[in-house]
């Protein structure tokens, strides 16, 4: 070959097939029978995996891609299916670019068909002189001995752990790969056994130590066994299901974590717990899209325990809005705060968009002073469900203004940005550090937490929100007056909408903290009813895997949207067992009115 064109070669594969570091971080992938997919090739091409397998046959001096003789299809052959495409991929340039391992598992005579797929490889030499593609033999092979004989673009599978003398010879072995069911009959649901884990973890380490990557065929093809297989260093896991299979194992590292911050539980004394007592102050604490198993997920984080799951009175509500199914956090927090359902995106208004009046609002009528903390801007739907009234819940000046007119004592949250030239300060003493608002003897205060978003836990927000409920606490029990406070854990949504495991625990465990100051407050004064629910739950998680032992949770979502599974609600205090059982999000304003012996009209 002319020099310059050689060069040119060298460039073009450089350019082309460069393997970088991300790259050869992947979870190696096998698409095991390959040509059986609907769409050979590129579905596994493009869902990243490395490793594809195609059966041949030789019939008529062409090497049809098939199981077996009379299964052939014309036109599906070896270079129609997988050498034209692999071609393509090079000579477009495609993104994605990265090792990939053509296993050719031979099924017709071994030494024939090779020779043959010699021929027909020779007129792809952008392939077979690419570094980054492989091409290894499988199924049927010549005698171990004559494998030196084969060009270096050749390479075997290995189906044995027995030692080979000629270290030639290893070299020409790519990987070993070896029958599942040898060693164990799991189905891939549950674990394996004891046994059947240490066989299988014995056969991988003998495997390794030949300096070999290693496969398993006729394995369990399942979210469980590939997890399963990938943390017992199993280096092309084996799957018919290549989408599915690269999804699942492409998102594992962050939907895996393990809490290294174990929050401190308080011990309730449950002394004025479920009594017949007068109530006078409220604390409603709401996690933004904290559902079942969010809580179970932070719960079990934590070493099996939170402050919320010491309590006793629990139920069920139903967060579903006038409009649709699945509630947003406008609608939940109007239905909260109001009593009535409304449409999504709507706040403190009904379906025909005309106020509602919200309990805040009612409360105030009675001597009850109240106040908001959230995480998120203190626009954000579920606070400004307690204190506006405005048919969208992005009309954020609108709501801004709204503060001003409300009822609000208190509040803390993010986004001052929100209220530049609303005059908010003509009606809020508004501080600049969070402990000042417990001392403060003004009658309205507010507290900024950020100009914009409020940083997450994971981004360094500290325990701002157990602080901020401490302080609140404080500012109202200075001021000699029932009250009603409003505290939303407002980023557990977020991390949901986010798929983010680590999110969803660490903001989970900071909503804690402030259920243990509300619960605190509770027992000091005896008189005080704290309300612990959600708005909705977001993502659909659900957590297949986890370890006490570590703190670890492996979530797993349905989407990145809210659903309409109903939401745990949980009570303190007196009177907390008129909050059991299971009822619509709308009826809880009512039963908080009824426990204060209020009513609403
Ligand atoms: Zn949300």
Redesign the pocket.
């Known amino acids: 070959m002319h020099r310059s064109i050689k060069f040119f070669i060298f460039l073009f594969i450089v350019s082309t097939l460069g393997v970088t570091a991300q790259e050869s971080d992947q979870i190696q992938i096998h698409s095991h029978n390959d040509y059986h997919q609907n769409v050979p090739f590129w579905n596994a091409y493009s869902n990243g995996l490395s490793s594809i397998e195609v059966d041949v046959f030789l019939k008529n001096d062409t090497l049809y891609a098939t199981h077996g003789e009379f299964e052939i299809i014309k036109n599906r052959t070896i270079e129609s299916l997988y050498l034209q495409p692999i071609q393509k991929v090079l000579s477009l340039q495609l993104k994605g670019h990265r090792k990939l391992q053509l296993l050719v598992d031979i099924k017709s005579e071994a030494r024939s068909t090779l020779k043959k797929l010699m021929y027909v490889l020779g007129q792809y030499p952008e392939i077979i002189n690419n570094r980054n593609i492989s091409i290894v033999i499988s199924g049927n092979r010549p005698d171990i001995d004559e494998y030196l004989d084969y060009p270096n673009y050749i390479s075997f599978d290995y189906q044995s752990l027995g030692s080979l003398e000629n270290a030639q010879i290893w070299d020409k072995i790519a990987l070993i790969s070896l029958n599942f069911k040898r060693f164990s009959s799991w189905n891939g649901k549950g674990k394996l056994t004891t046994e059947d884990y240490e066989k299988i973890d014995t056969v991988i380490d003998k495997a390794h130590s030949y300096g070999k990557p290693f496969r398993f065929w006729a394995a369990p093809d399942s979210k469980t066994a590939w997890k399963a297989f990938r943390d017992l260093g199993v280096d092309f896991i084996n799957t018919d299901m290549p989408s599915r299979a690269s999804t699942y194992l492409k998102t594992i590292n962050h939907r895996i974590y393990h809490n290294k911050n174990i929050s401190k539980i308080y011990r309730p004394t449950f002394s004025s717990d479920q009594k017949n007592i007068p109530i006078q102050n409220v604390i409603l604490l709401i996690g ?2 904290n559902g079942l198993t969010q809580i179970s997920s932070s719960t079990l984080a934590n070493g099996g325990n939170l402050t919320l799951t010491q309590l006793k009175s629990i139920g069920l509500l139903k967060t579903q809005s006038a409009d649709d199914f699945t509630t947003d ?1 406008a609608a939940a927090g109007t239905a909260l705060a109001t009593g009535a359902k409304t449409n999504n995106r709507a706040i403190g208004v009904d379906t025909s968009k005309k106020p509602l009046l919200n309990i805040t609002e009612i409360l105030s009528e009675h001597g009850f002073l109240s106040g908001c903390i959230t995480t998120d801007k203190m626009t954000g739907a579920t606070p400004a469900s307690f204190y506006a009234h405005q048919k969208d819940r992005s009309d954020t000046l609108d709501i801004a203004k709204d503060l001003l007119k409300s009822k609000l004592s208190l509040f803390i949250g993010g986004g001052s940005k929100d209220f530049q030239n609303v005059g908010l300060p003509e009606k809020f003493a508004i501080l600049n550090d969070i402990n000042l608002v417990g001392q403060s003897k003004k009658d309205k205060v507010g507290y900024f937490i950020s100009e914009t978003e409020v940083p997450s836990v994971l981004k360094g927000r500290g325990n701002m929100l157990s602080e901020a409920t401490r302080n609140a606490l404080h500012f109202f029990q200075n001021k000699n007056k029932p009250f009603f406070l409003m505290v939303e854990g407002a980023q557990i ?1 977020n991390y949901g ?1 986010l798929n983010n495991v680590a999110g969803i625990v660490s903001e989970g465990l900071d909503f804690d903290e402030a259920i243990a100051e509300a619960i605190k407050f509770a027992d000091k004064t005896g008189n005080t009813l704290v309300i612990i629910t959600a708005d909705h739950e ?1 993502s659909g998680f659900s957590i297949p895997q986890g370890n006490l032992e570590n703190n670890m949770i492996e979530g797993d979502f349905t989407t990145h949207d ?1 659903t309409g599974t109903m939401v745990p609600i949980y009570a303190y205090g007196p009177r907390s067992q008129e909050f059991q059982g299971v009822y619509g999000n709308d009826e809880l304003f009512a039963k908080i009115l009824k426990v204060l012996s209020i009513s609403a009209h």
């Open positions: 933004d899209g956090s949504d909408h977001t809210h």
